[in-house]
């Protein structure tokens, strides 16, 4: 058969197709696409009939995808960033994984399990996802805010102790109950030391020599002209950085592809290196998700319902509680605290290698793993409902969350920092009328922007991103803070006294989302939308726009009208000497008198 010709091929083509049949009926059902993801990798598995997919390949597959997303959340921070939120990420993720690790524990002892299982079964409980954390974070455009900076903060910390314990596993084995040696303290202690010496040295590097040498290769890329180039570049860079920090240092693949990101950070190709990242970070994503789907047997829950049940409720309660407990001691804000227990409430990828190698070393028994991907499926799935949950109370204002803000727009305030926008969107409609509404504050929209009030037309900004919502203000224009293909956000608009509706967004399919719920609420409403290509111009005014305008063919015809103007001038100049105009010899014409 194909499939034994061709694994690769055959594990992309049909994992790819059956991810996006089942995430199409899981999006119909009003559930996240996440489940269809997880459940085509259930079909394709070694646990259910018919066609059976390379486990190994859909684990490496996926593993690409884990670098490109950490890479993508990298160009999104700098160590800043990480440096503003380590008061709360580096004792609260150690101290969270000491409290999911002891809940592990006890489970294993009802179990009968050795405390060797018990520690290694708690430990693998004790990580999340960060495929899951950061596609939750994105989703919701809160990855750019404070309690966003603290999840990926919280799951750096959580990835390097992982790193450690994968190393420390090992020498570990045979005081922990396994297949290994009497362990000498000495050399464990002098390879702990190694890693901590590894892991510094790759950081430094990056911050040091990564710092000018990433950059410098994006922007030879760039002035090469070559857009192939350029996407090669980013490619290259994050796989490159991420395989090397693995093989050279020890150091996981993500957190080297999140430190490739973050020394390119600063850099202005930064924003074009995310948008060149996006189609082959989102497909590979999907695969992770199969490959997941892949390692669960349904049988255990006929098996050990029971456990099943408890190691769930460690994940989704225990962690979110424990870690929900240690935000607030930290003073920070009820919202943020909900926010980092729903991002916690899951397990992923760290947890079934080491799940993995606990049974290889015979430390966890091969029913330990079981639960651990039923855990991780189980929670996964649960997770949308979990922040869906967390989403509906802070949608209403709660008043620790909340503080007045100028033009319309909340603020949530770090404890001892600045106020910073946090997404947490305002749903009380505006009380403009016959008014502009401005959908993005980037390069275009703040042009915009700027014309139509300085012309004294009531402009309502809609916008997610802080620096930009500042700005915004600055230009003395209401803002609405968040994303407007949000229905709800888009709401607060007040679409239906509005006089026109300008989308300025980038992206073809959000901002047709914004155009067809808008020609919805007013079928009057004079819709001007920006587009790229002639598909999207097609694709927007299909779905409402009564403007679509493509900046390209703007740019071409500005271009071609200066030529023209130019050509034209010059042409009558030299019609105009054609006629003796420059000479001396005979009295000017005149004209005829009028009559």
Known sequence: MLAHHAPLVSMIAIGLVLAFLLGLVAHRLRVSPLVGYLLAGITVGPFTPGFVANQALANELAE????????????????????????????????????????????????????????????????ASTVV?????????????????????????????????????????????????????????????????????????????????????????????????????????????????AALFGVSFALGAFFAGMVLAGSPLSQRATEEALPLRDAFAVLFFVSVGMLFDPGVLVRSPWSVLATVAIIVIGKSLAAYAIVRAFGRANGTALTISASLAQIGEFSFIL???????????????????????????????????????????????????????PVAVPSGGTAVPDAIPDLTPTSLTGHDVLIGYGRVGSLVGSGLRAAGR?????????????????????????????????????????????????????????????????????????????????????????????????????????????????????RQGADGSGLQAGPKRQDPPAE
């Open 355 to 409: 799940a993995g190698l606990g049974v290889g070393m015979g430390v966890l028994p091969a029913e330990g793993r079981d639960l651990i991907l039923a855990g991780a499926i189980i929670s996964i799935m649960l997770n949308p409902l979990i922040f869906a949950a967390v989403d509906r109370p802070r949608s209403r204002k709660a008043p620790d969350q909340m503080l007045p803000a100028p033009a319309g727009g």
């Open 64 to 127: 690409i995808g884990v670098i490109l997303l950490m890479f993508a959340v990298g160009l999104h921070f700098s160590l800043k960033d990480l440096l503003s939120v380590r008061a709360v990420a580096l004792p609260g993720a150690v101290a969270q994984i000491t409290v999911a690790t002891l809940l592990g524990m006890a489970l294993a002892w009802v179990l009968g399990w050795s405390v060797g299982a018990g520690i290694v079964f708690g430990l693998a409980l004790s990580v």
């Open 133 to 245: 954390l950061i596609r939750a974070l994105q989703e919701r455009r809160i990855i750019d805010t404070d309690r966003g900076r603290i999840a990926v903060g919280w799951l750096i910390v959580e990835d390097l102790a992982m790193v450690l314990a994968l190393v420390m596993l090992p020498a570990l084995a045979g005081a922990l109950g396994g297949a290994g040696e009497t362990p000498d303290w000495r050399v464990i202690a002098i390879s702990a030391g190694l890693t901590v010496v590894k892991v510094a040295t790759f950081v430094a590097i990056m911050l040091v020599a990564g710092r000018r040498v990433v950059p410098w290769i994006m922007h030879y890329a760039a002035h090469t002209g070559s857009r192939e180039l350029f996407r090669l570049s980013v490619y290259a860079v994050a796989l490159g950085v991420a395989y090397g920090a």
């Open 458 to 574: 009531p402009v309502l900004v809609v916008e997610e991103r802080a620096d930009e919502i500042e700005a915004a203000r600055r230009d003395g224009a209401e803002v609405v803070i968040g994303n407007a293909a949000d229905p709800e956000i888009l709401a607060t608009a007040n679409l239906s006294a509005a006089r026109r509706l300008i989308v300025t967004v980038p992206e073809a399919f959000e901002a047709g989302q914004v155009v067809e719920q808008a020609r919805a609420a007013n079928p009057g409403l004079e819709i001007v939308a920006r587009a790229h290509t002639d598909a999207a111009v097609s694709h927007l005014t299909d779905l409402g726009a009564s403007l679509a305008v493509m900046g390209e063919r703007e740019i071409a015809l500005r271009i071609l009208e200066r030529i023209l103007e130019r050509i034209e001038a010059k042409d009558g100049a030299d």
